[in-house]
């Protein structure tokens, strides 16, 4: 692309975004956010609070939470090993997952189901 036509399409985006930023200027919604946002920190400047501390006034045990994609780690249960015998070699595989090399190799030779059958319990 060469540099005019470069230039021209930038100056292309970048009065489509000020039109969409004098839109905006305009909606109702936001001067409401603006003005109840400005009023907020205005209070909180007054009696000398930060967002933090209302937080936590609001809200004591948001510090002590534990975010839920950590919680179910910490809460899951180890795997079982799984021990699989190949009737025809009489070869043992053990394993806690699927993602054996092995196991794989069975796998796509003799289908997945009759490898499972051959699950020792």
Known sequence: MSKLAEYRQLEKHLAEQLQALEALKGDAGLKQ????????????????????DVINLLDPQVGRR??????QTLTRKPRQVKVYKNPATGEVVETKGGNHKILKEWKAEHGSATVESWLKK
């Open 66 to 71: 534990v975010p839920a994609a950590q919680s």
């Open 33 to 52: 956010e603006i003005e109840f946002e400005t009023k907020l920190r205005a209070l909180l400047a007054k009696y000398g609070y930060s967002l933090k």
